[in-house]
């Protein structure tokens, strides 16, 4: 087997596998960047995932890599390991244009984002900026200004939003790790319609320095991969204490990567009530899988979810708002009319209302965490449906029309809501379509959630399926 046909073969593999042929010498780094190029060139034609490709760029890093192997150095543990961001995260000598028109009138970022930073000392390779919605006001993947990134399972279907994107390059193998943010779900609905493994963390976990934000007070920023130890690898590269985000917390973390096979039982239940209603078979079949396989029996409610969904929009209409004001007032014309219309709804929102919102937002914390006296682990769906189709306005649940863009998140914005750690694992079902479930954890504790996922793994019971393109 020659090296191109190695590198490509590695590319389409767990990224911790691509990483040590690098280490070791059986595959360089500029053949397994190559590759990469070469597929995002036969694919993202289909896929729209990337809006910037940057070549020049991973060349560079590439041969830098195989240079420091020539020498004697050890390398990093993501050594040669392609990957791509969500275009709200500042790269080097780029707009960052966040989804949107307007941004494109932003000079180029003078230095890359804390996370991609991390990364690339971690020995990965930046290709460049992935496709997402406008100001990430998005569960879709739909983008008036770039196009539709597609779902690589059926290109006539959503991607998921915001980062769809990064969920459409990382289920389409065009990349095998990417980042993107999550403010109501938007890591894990891609992660849910894509079929692939998303990681939410603690809201204050990783540092969000020079990304472009939506909501300050529920902006988290993640990793994308389609296994779980790439994803707890790269996860464990991105922590850290960073003095230019003052929101990160100051909560030491131990890498998670070494703890996925440790013996220890979980204590895992599932999540009824709110989470037991509106979804589809489908998604309850997912469910149901995956509580069968982490002998999880009992069934347990959080009170008021409803209320906290209702909470987390109010929240996000006014941040959201707030952070617009002035290109709303100067250039409206330039927004997707979808996104400035609830924008502009978010400006008239009364002060009474937010100040309700935050104070229920500290109550319904306190009730998770109590829950989580006695679990470690708690089982959701991430989506009430797979993937919808593109373009698609409304969508039945519960045996009512209901509107697509606002209800995919019904079940991720009350978590998202009060900052919990969610790993989004793919359910194998007999659906031509992936949907995911949500493994929650208690503030602090993503390894606990990782390790479910793995134990799903495992099991083969959590697969991310092959893509048709």
């Not at 204050?204 to 902006?219: E, K, Q």
């Not at 230019?244 to 100051?250: E, G, H, N, S, V």
Request: include cysteine.
């Amino acid at each position: 087997m020659n090296e191109t046909t190695e590198a490509a073969r590695l590319l389409a593999g767990p990224a911790l596998a691509l990483a040590n042929a690098v280490s070791a010498g059986k595959v360089s780094a500029r053949s397994v960047t190559e590759a990469a190029l070469a597929r995002i060139a036969q694919v993202d034609p289909v896929l729209n995932a990337f809006t910037d490709v940057t070549s020049a760029r991973a060349r560079a890093e590439a041969a830098a890599i195989d240079a420091r192997r020539a020498a004697g150095a050890v390398l990093g543990p993501l050594a040669g390991v392609p990957f791509a961001v969500k275009n709200l995260f500042d790269l080097e000598g780029l707009s960052t244009r966040a989804g949107s028109r307007i941004n494109r009138d932003r000079p180029p970022a003078p230095r890359d984002a804390t996370l991609v930073e991390r990364l690339t000392a971690a020995g990965a390779v930046c290709l460049g900026g992935l496709n997402m919605g406008e100001y990430a006001y998005d569960f879709t993947g739909e983008n008036l200004h770039d196009g539709n990134s597609r779902n690589p399972h059926d290109t006539g279907h959503m991607s998921g939003g915001s980062s769809g994107g990064s969920g459409s390059a990382v289920g389409g193998k065009l990349v095998p790790l990417s980042l993107g943010s999550d403010t109501n779900g938007s890591i894990r609905v891609p992660s849910s319609f894509c079929g692939i493994f998303g990681l939410k963390p603690t809201y204050g976990r990783l540092s969000r320095a020079r990304s472009f934000p939506f909501v300050a007070s529920l902006d988290h920023l993640g990793p994308f991969a389609r296994h779980v130890a790439d994803l707890a690898a790269t996860y464990d590269a991105l922590l850290g204490p960073d003095p230019d985000d003052a929101a990160l917390a100051d909560k030491p973390a131990a890498p998670t990567l070494p703890g996925l096979e440790e013996p220890g039982h979980l204590r895992v239940a599932v999540l009824g009530g709110w989470f037991a209603r509106s979804g589809t078979p489908q998604a309850y079949e997912a469910v149901a899988r995956a509580a069968r396989a982490l002998d999880a029996t009992t069934v347990v409610e959080l009170p008021e979810v409803e209320r906290a969904r209702a909470s987390a929009y109010l929240i996000t209409m006014a941040e959201g708002a707030a952070l617009h004001r002035d290109r709303l007032r100067e250039r409206p014309g330039e927004f997707d009319p979808a996104v400035r219309e609830r924008l502009l709804a978010g400006a008239v929102l009364p002060a009474a209302w937010i100040a309700r919102a935050q104070n229920f937002r500290r109550w319904f914390r306190d009730r998770a965490v109590e829950l989580f006296a006695e679990w470690d682990v708690l089982i959701a769906p991430a989506t009430p449906v797979p993937a919808p189709r593109s373009g698609q306005a409304t969508f039945v649940l519960d045996g009512r029309e209901m509107l697509v863009r606002p209800n995919i998140g019904i079940y991720t914005q009350p978590i998202s809501f009060i900052g919990l750690p969610v790993v989004a694992a793919p359910i194998a079902t007999d659906n031509p379509l992936p949907i995911a479930v949500q493994l929650i954890a208690a503030p602090w504790q993503e390894a606990a959630a990782l390790r479910a996922a793995r134990v799903l793994e495992r099991a083969g019971i959590a697969v991310a399926p092959e893509p048709v393109v």
